[in-house]
């Protein structure tokens, strides 16, 4: 077993009841992250665009993306058709254009 799989494991141990984990990816090759993903982990935090649309498109299609820095109102529509969530809306500007390409 790794240390990606003993330290997901351990820690998914420790969660308490309904908390979901999510790894932060950034930084990391696709080869890394698939350690995590063989080791159980699903849910997947990146914060850079170009990164994030790298990753999903070599990473298996059932990772659970989150969207976890800041962005820029001119990207969403890069990363809107597969995340999950985005940590970090700070403007009504940016949730509209959010909205407008979800919608899409």
């Known amino acids: 077993m790794s240390d990606i799989a003993r330290h997901i494991e351990r820690i998914h141990q420790e969660l308490p009841a309904g908390t979901r984990l999510v790894a932060v990816s950034k930084f990391h090759t696709a080869e890394?992250?698939?350690e995590a993903y063989e080791a159980g982990q699903r849910i997947f935090g990146e914060s850079r665009v170009q990164e994030l649309?790298?990753?999903y498109e070599v990473l298996p299609k059932d990772i659970e993306w989150?969207?976890?820095g800041h962005l820029q109102t001119n990207k969403v529509k890069y990363i809107v058709p597969?995340?999950?969530l985005i940590h970090s809306v700070d403007s009504e500007k940016l949730l509209s254009v959010i909205e407008s390409e979800a919608a899409k």
């Open 32 to 34: 890394t992250i698939m």
């Open 53 to 55: 649309v790298e990753k």
């Open 66 to 68: 989150h969207f976890i």
């Open 82 to 84: 597969f995340v999950s």
